[in-house]
T-cell receptor
Framework: EAQVTQNPRYLITVTGKKLTVTCSQN?????MSWYRQDPGLGLRQIYY???????DKGDVPEGYKVSRKEKRNFPLILESPSPNQTSLYFC???????????FGQGTRLTVV | QKEVEQDPGPLSVPEGAIVSLNCTYS??????FMWYRQYSRKGPELLMY????GNKEDGRFTAQVDKSSKYISLFIRDSQPSDSATYLC?????????????FGKGTKLSVIP
């Protein structure tokens, strides 16, 4: 089954404790993105990648890092999480830049 | 002015009604227009995709793009309770240098049996 898999689905952590949210897709897509979704603000792009070893900032990159060492994986790294990063996070992938984005199920992160 | 404006609702309609959802945008570089549906606690899923002005129909759903007015719409005919979800418009610009999707904030729709 074609899918984008994120882990974990739920995470509660403390301020400053580094964490990684994994994202993997099995569709051989070149394009991958991370979004955060907040009430009243909608979906905002954090980072995107157009190919292996090619990443770029989206609209809200501060406090986040990403890497794309393999085509299928695109982890999101929070080196020093803060409470304002409490949010619902989605990973997405696309075959090309102008085709449908497939979204993962989401990761609900709470930073206390 | 935000790049994409979408009325967040909520919008509540009786079963069988015709629903109209809309977004306006300010960036004339947007060329690709999408509508996503998001059920509670799920990721968004693509409903409709267009890249030109005019109408595109898929079953009970019709997407309409008016580039001259910078206005897109999604119409749902014979709405069903299963259509209850948040609907997000999304847009992207042409150009090889970036891959950015800009989303509206979403409109929450409830279809009452």
């Amino acid at each position: 089954e074609a899918q984008v898999t994120q882990n974990p689905r739920y995470l509660i952590t403390v301020t400053g404790k580094k964490l990684t949210v994994t994202c993997s897709q099995n569709m051989n897509h070149e394009y991958m993105s991370w979004y955060r979704q907040d009430p009243g603000l909608g979906l905002r792009q954090i980072y995107y990648s157009m190919n292996v070893e090619v990443t770029d900032k989206g609209d809200v990159p501060e406090g986040y890092k990403v890497s794309r060492k393999e085509k299928r994986n695109f982890p999101l790294i929070l080196e020093s999480p803060s409470p304002n990063q409490t949010s619902l996070y989605f990973c997405a992938s696309s075959l090309r830049r102008d085709t449908e984005a497939f979204f993962g199920q989401g990761t609900r992160l709470t930073v206390v | 002015q935000k790049e994409v404006e979408q009325d967040p609702g909520p919008l509540s309609v009786p079963e069988g009604a015709i629903v109209s959802l809309n977004c306006t945008y300010s960036n004339s570089a947007f060329q690709y227009f999408m509508w996503y549906r998001q059920y509670s606690r799920k990721g968004p899923e693509l409903l409709m995709y267009t890249y030109s002005s005019g109408n595109k129909e898929d079953g009970r759903f019709t997407a309409q793009v008016d580039k001259s007015s910078k206005y897109i719409s999604l119409f749902i005919r014979d709405s069903q309770p299963s259509d209850s979800a948040t609907y997000l418009c999304a847009m992207s610009a042409r150009g090889a240098g970036s891959y950015q999707l800009t989303f509206g904030k979403g409109t929450k729709l409830s279809v009452i049996p």
